[in-house]
């Protein structure tokens, strides 16, 4: 009997990796329910570049997308497959990390627009990177950000699953200071410029938020 994943109401990229983990537990067949099409235009594209076909059906608002294993991941262009990397292509474990880097985090939203959107963009910036596996080495907060492992009602537990993972987690302290945040840090380290300078020093890369 192929695994139900009810994913319906959940916001992207939660489908995508809930997805991802069946695949990654060795599903072979399983269905997954969402309630838009952006969602399962994405789990279709996960689909073929996974060696997955992917047949859609809809239903009173809900979408389901039944994953069924080809052993067969598209390549090339124009959707090619390349059949003798097929079974590669789905059993093997992803790449290794890239080197060590870090993530900057300066501010409590993402972009400049709408602020409940920004800020909910950086509820799913954090859950997807906790659920990937090239972790970075390091997230830093400064100014703004610092609002995020104090104030938040979701980010904390993110990071704590990263730093539960060996990912540092550096939070100002003179920033905490300045917004009167110093005793609500959830998780983290209290920290200082010259540590935060040093450890993005030290980062083959450092991501900017």
């Known amino acids: 009997m192929s695994t139900i994943i009810d994913a319906k109401g959940k916001p992207c990229p939660t489908p995508v990796i809930l997805a991802k983990q069946a695949m990654a537990a060795g599903e072979h067949s399983f269905t997954v329910l969402v309630d838009n099409t952006t969602a399962v235009e994405n789990l279709k594209r996960l689909a073929g570049n996974q060696g997955f076909g992917a047949a859609v059906t809809q239903g009173e608002g809900v979408f389901s997308v039944a994953f069924t294993r080809t052993g067969c991941a598209a390549r090339g262009g124009a959707g090619r497959a390349v059949p003798h990397a ?102 983290g380290t209290v920290s200082n410029m010259y540590d935060i300078v040093t450890r993005m020093q030290r980062a083959a890369k450092v991501v900017s938020l």
């Open 86 to 187: 097929c079974e590669e292509a789905v059993s093997a474990p992803l790449p290794a990390p890239g080197g060590d880097w870090a993530v900057f985090v300066g501010r409590d939203i993402i972009g400049d627009g709408d602020r409940e959107l920004g800020a909910n963009l950086m509820r799913m910036f954090f859950y997807t990177l906790a659920q990937g596996e090239d972790k970075p080495g390091a997230v830093l907060f400064m100014n703004a950000g610092v609002r995020l492992p104090t104030l938040d009602e979701q980010i904390p537990a993110h990071l704590k699953s990263l730093a539960d993972a060996g990912v540092e987690i550096l939070v100002c302290g003179t920033c905490l200071s300045f917004y009167g945040l110093t005793d609500q840090l959830q998780v």
